[in-house]
């Protein structure tokens, strides 16, 4: 069995600030610390389940956060930005039998977590498929779908385990904290990690099939920007319309497509 794990952090349990989330900033070391415990737990729950290769993409800002030398021997780490559209699971291909997200967070233009962004978090406001706030969960599970590789675990706020519920009640998943306000309720860190292995294992062995996302048979992206300004210079890209006064609207069929708007406009 062959595995793909992404790893964010601001999902991760105990995050709850940003100054949690910079590299190099103090506060940063023991979150960075637990957002490699969680990842080498769902490794761990994979390599139980049978997994004998599995590809680990530290998915959060300096793609540099991860402890390489805390994974297990079957693992392989991807630091650092490749710069393709895949961008949290570069490196994905039809050869995997499933893709695991942990500490992921919900959506921006929602309340779960303190820290709810999509992709750019000083530059974009939202982005919504076909008028639905859009976490990166979902853009980049649609992407393991072009694939055809089920996400069967995915961990991190509330919220966005209700959100993937909706998208698939088959996937399995853990939150991990709740967001009120600018606070978080935490989970024990050490439970986070113990659930995560254990129900990582217990999705492997389930049927995959029934975890795997039907993509939309075309997509209408809204991306809001903080500037005006932003909004317009890139309602340039080919096939983009500006929606005063900060939103560039895109339609297309082809779901690629939609990664490639991200990938440049964001």
């Known amino acids: 069995m062959k595995v793909y794990i992404s790893g964010d952090i601001e999902g991760i349990t105990g995050t709850t600030h940003w100054n949690e989330t910079e590299k190099n900033l103090p506060d940063w070391v023991p979150f960075a610390k637990q957002m490699t415990d969680e990842v080498v737990a769902a ?5 139980a ?21 805390a994974l297990p021997e079957e693992a392989k780490l ?38 709810v962004h999509t992709m750019n978090v ?17 853009i980049h599970a649609y992407a393991a779908t072009l694939y055809d590789v089920p996400v069967v675990f995915v961990s991190g706020d509330i919220g966005l385990t209700k959100e993937v519920n909706k998208v698939n009640p ?49 997509f209408k992206v809204e991306i809001e920007y903080k500037d005006h300004k932003c909004a317009y210079r890139y309602s ?8 005063a006064p900060r939103s560039v609207v895109f339609n297309t ?7 490639r708007l991200i990938h440049f406009l964001t």
Do not use: C
């Open 43 to 47: 490794a761990n729950g994979a390599i």
């Open 49 to 69: 389940a049978g997994a004998t290769e599995i590809l680990i993409k530290d998915a959060h800002d300096s793609a540099r956060n991860i402890d390489i030398n």
């Open 78 to 115: 991807i630091r650092g930005w490749m710069g393709d559209p895949l961008s949290m699971i570069s490196g994905i291909d039809k050869s995997f039998d499933a893709v695991i997200f942990i500490g992921y967070h919900n959506a921006a233009g929602t309340i779960t977590n303190p820290l």
């Open 122 to 138: 000083s530059q974009v406001s939202y982005i919504k498929i076909n008028d639905e706030y859009t976490s990166e969960f979902l």
């Open 170 to 218: 088959s996937i399995v998943t853990l939150g991990v904290k709740d967001g009120i306000g600018a606070a978080t309720i935490n989970m024990n860190p050490k439970k986070a990690v113990r659930e995560t292995e254990r129900l990582v294992k217990e999705a492997l062995g389930k049927d995959l099939n029934l975890m795997k996302i039907k993509l939309p048979e075309e």
């Open 236 to 243: 340039f890209y080919p096939g983009a319309e500006f929606k």
């Open 253 to 259: 069929k082809e779901y690629f497509e939609v990664l």
